[in-house]
């Protein structure tokens, strides 16, 4: 299933003139966040929630990027995933810090990126970080690669490729981005990780 995002206006009418709903998602997201911290619903505030999301995204219009279409499945798949693997991961990640440290193989991950789509790669390291046990430090756009801090990591390549596997790849079905470096980056990215 494809929804656009905001199907009455091509990207040159958007950022000519752009609409009170350009971002309908954030101003949804704002209006709620903004009842749930008021914990109210009285006219003031459903009203006050209406003028934040309305006027926000308006305000910020030229700062955020238009996404295209989102495939919203893949997309709640991929949140079922990274739900499960930050519960388990913080399991992972308890044990380990409380037993002795000598368990612990700290490595760093040259993780090669398939495609130069921004919201793609941008999703995917924050992914990365929210994990626990792994942290997104830099993302090389010219390297083409996420590097990445593991607290443990006895098999790095099984690593990087179970990173892609489980998020990189489900992000570029949601977006509908097709790789373009694949095959070319794995064997360089499998020569630099460390032993």
């Known amino acids: 299933m494809t929804i656009p995002l905001n199907p009455s206006a091509t990207a040159t009418d958007r950022d000519a003139h752009p609409s009170w709903l350009a971002h309908p998602v954030l101003s949804v997201l704002l209006a709620v966040c903004w009842l749930a911290l008021s914990r ?9 929630a209406l003028l934040i999301g309305l006027v926000v995204p308006r305000l910020l219009h030229g700062f955020l990027l238009t996404t295209g279409r989102i495939r919203w499945w893949p997309a709640l798949r991929l949140m079922r995933v990274v739900l499960w ?23 760093w991950l040259p993780v090669p990126l398939a ?26 756009e010219r390297r083409h690669e996420i590097l990445v801090h593991a607290l443990n990591c006895d098999d790095a390549q099984a690593m990087i490729d179970d990173m892609k596997n489980r998020y990189e790849a489900p992000l570029m079905a949601i977006f509908g981005v097709t790789a373009v470096r694949e095959a070319a980056t794995q064997g360089a990215a499998h020569e630099r990780t460390p032993a």
Do not use: Q, W, Y
């Open 85 to 107: 693997d930050i519960v388990m991961s913080n399991i992972t990640v308890a044990k380990l810090v409380l037993g002795p440290l000598e368990r612990m193989h700290p490595a």
């Open 40 to 48: 109210s619903v009285e006219v003031f505030h459903l009203l006050s």
């Open 115 to 140: 495609c130069d789509h921004a919201h793609v790669n941008a999703l995917f390291a924050a992914i990365i970080t929210t994990t626990p046990g792994t942290v997104s430090c830099v993302v090389n």
